[in-house]
């Protein structure tokens, strides 16, 4: 049955294909395909695991006090009727002989499939049954994890499942933390859809960098949607449409080609410069998360990278920290990989929505207000330095920008640039060869905005973060979707602190960018120019729609509608009305 499911729009287009779908969250059993030589083993080791509990249950039944209320045994009762149900087995039987679902899969697709039904029913008694389906398959799951030993823990989480045909494959998850976003980067999906998610999300921003299609916040999605079920992704409306008729998968293919002829119509701007009508030099630059995003933004013909948010090589080492060696490979071969053109790498930014499992010590009531980004470095002067030691030798093959994240007080930029010096002495000590560096500082809380002044007394230049920024001005957790509708980029006191920064660096010949979703959001672009930003970073997806707004703008006739926005106190109807 065709369902259409509104959910929040993060990356443009359209995607059509067959369902993957991650987990939906009931259980953490290991799903992988087995080959078709080992489905007899399979369907054996599925059986085992269902004897074993049959077994455990009629031992239950047998060893039961006289005196036990008989609710108990009636229970039990039940729980092996649904175990010996035909129904149940030979729907398993099914996934494993024609899918090559290992026991596992098959057991808990089955089972959320048969929980649907079971939410579906009229009849109060029976809708109760679906939790003593789960809790009868988790002694089975239990059984299964123990015949598959040691070998259960280290199955692969990615899905390596092809659908039969050579269909697209869509991406479903309840969530998706950064870690496995990184994990699915390489995996060829056509798009991605979550349950939750915000917009400014990490997990939205490693789509961005993706280039595919997704929405997220389709609450639902990963519970409706069958493996292998067709699925149609609107990435610019934000829709998902489940099982769709013929006729709407060819209309949306249809769309997804002229999108796809645009995107081309696009590609003629890259070797453009970017540049004003009025003679404007305007820098684009991109945002990246690893060494491997250099080639796309390299493609969309950037001056550079603004942003490398470094954590990510932090969060994908799993259970120990980076090293020196390791850090200064990986950031070598972004400078080296980018030709000359400058690299700024940001300050590893862990805790809040990028959690280390190590870092939750405590687990803060409060993540995002908690121990993140330069508090958590400056907490580890140790491994503050293995970082910066790396970022200075990696300054020697090429222009590094250093940029410190969420940074409020004047101590703590103290700090900072002194562990900047110990580390620069620490090398020279070592007679290891280093770079020269420019030093830089997020403008992620608004202590941070009102006090730029002072900020550029210490750096060389500043890189207005608009996603914490709003979050912190607005009091809006960027993660939670229940409050997502109030989380507004244009909101009075967000342009007023922008315009702030903007022109404090202007005053002091100094450069500001922007490096937060805000900068690759064209409907924005004119407004940052009149303001006077003249350094955006994005990701490189985003750089040929925000060169073409460049393009058509006259920078110094904005500059007095975008005061008027700023003063406005209702923004938004003035942004679509710039002439210019
Ligand atoms: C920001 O806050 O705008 C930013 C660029 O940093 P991140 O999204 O990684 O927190
Ligand atoms: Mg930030």
């Not at 990986?330 to 053109?341: D, F, L």
């Amino acid at each position: 049955m065709t369902l259409c499911i509104h959910g929040l729009a993060v990356v443009r287009g359209v995607a059509v294909g067959r369902a993957v779908v991650v987990s939906s969250g009931a259980t953490d059993a290991p799903r992988y395909h087995i080959d078709p030589s080992q489905v007899a083993q399979e369907l054996a080791r599925m059986g085992g695991a269902r004897d074993a509990v049959v077994r455990e249950l009629q031992g239950l039944l047998a060893g039961m006090p006289a005196d036990a209320p008989s609710e108990i045994s009636a229970l039990i009762d039940v729980h092996l009727q649904l175990l010996l149900d035909e129904t149940l087995e030979a729907a398993v039987r099914g996934w494993i002989v024609e899918h090559h679902y290992n026991a596992e899969w098959a057991l808990t697709v089955q089972t959320e499939a048969f929980g649907r039904q079971f939410d579906a029913m009229d009849d109060p008694y029976l809708r109760e049954r679906k939790a003593d389906l789960e809790q009868v398959v988790d002694r089975v799951l239990h059984h299964l994890k123990a015949s598959a030993g040691g070998q259960a823990a280290a199955m692969p989480e990615r899905p390596e499942w092809q659908p039969r045909e050579n269909a697209p494959r869509i991406l479903v998850a309840r969530d998706l933390s950064p870690a496995q976003m990184l994990q699915f980067k390489e995996g060829g999906f056509a798009g991605f859809v979550t349950d939750l998610g915000t917009a400014t999300s990490h997990t939205a921003i490693v789509a961005r960098g993706m280039e595919i299609p997704a929405v997220v916040a389709a609450r639902g999605v990963s519970q409706l949607v069958r493996p292998d079920d067709w699925v149609v992704l609107d990435g610019d409306a934000g829709v998902v449409v489940l099982d769709p008729t013929e006729r709407m998968r060819a209309q949306y293919e249809a769309a997804g080609r002229d999108a796809a002829a645009r995107d081309a119509d696009l590609q003629q701007l890259r070797g453009v410069a970017a540049r004003t009508r009025d003679g404007q030099a305007v820098q684009l630059l991109a945002n990246i998360e690893s060494a491997a995003d250099v080639a796309a933004a390299l493609r969309a013909g950037v001056d550079g990278v603004g942003l490398f948010r470094s954590e990510f090589l932090f969060i994908a080492g799993a259970d120990r920290l980076p090293g020196e060696e390791e850090q200064y490979l990986a950031y070598r071969a972004v400078v080296e990989g980018m030709h000359g053109m400058p690299v700024t790498i940001r300050t590893v930014d862990i805790g809040a929505d990028k959690p280390l499992d190590r870092a939750r010590q405590g687990e803060a009531a409060n993540p995002a207000l908690g121990l993140r980004a330069i508090r958590w470095s400056l907490a580890d002067p140790a491994m503050f330095r293995t970082q910066l030691r790396a970022l200075l030798r990696a300054a020697a093959h090429g222009p590094v920008r250093v940029l410190f994240p969420m940074l409020a007080h004047l101590h703590e930029i103290r700090q900072a640039l002194a562990q900047v010096a110990l580390a620069q002495e620490e090398l020279a000590e070592r007679g290891v060869a280093a770079g020269p560096v420019s030093l830089g500082a997020m403008i992620e809380v608004p202590a941070a905005a009102l006090m730029a002044d002072e900020f550029l007394d210490h750096f060389n230049f500043l890189s207005i973060g608009t996603n914490d920024l709003i979050q912190y001005t607005l009091a809006i957790d960027r993660t939670d979707e229940a409050v997502g509708h109030l989380y507004d980029p244009a909101h009075p006191a967000v342009l007023r602190l922008l315009d702030r920064v903007i022109a404090a660096g202007r005053r002091r010949g100094k450069e500001i960018s922007v490096c937060g979703e805000m900068a690759s959001d064209p409907e924005f672009t004119r407004l940052l120019l009149g303001l006077g930003l003249r350094v955006f970073s994005m990701p490189a997806m985003h750089v040929l729609r925000v060169k073409q707004q460049v393009l058509a703008a006259d920078a110094k006739a904005l500059a007095t509608w975008a005061q008027q926005v700023v003063a406005s106190r209702a923004p938004r109807e003035l942004l679509g009305m710039a002439a210019l």
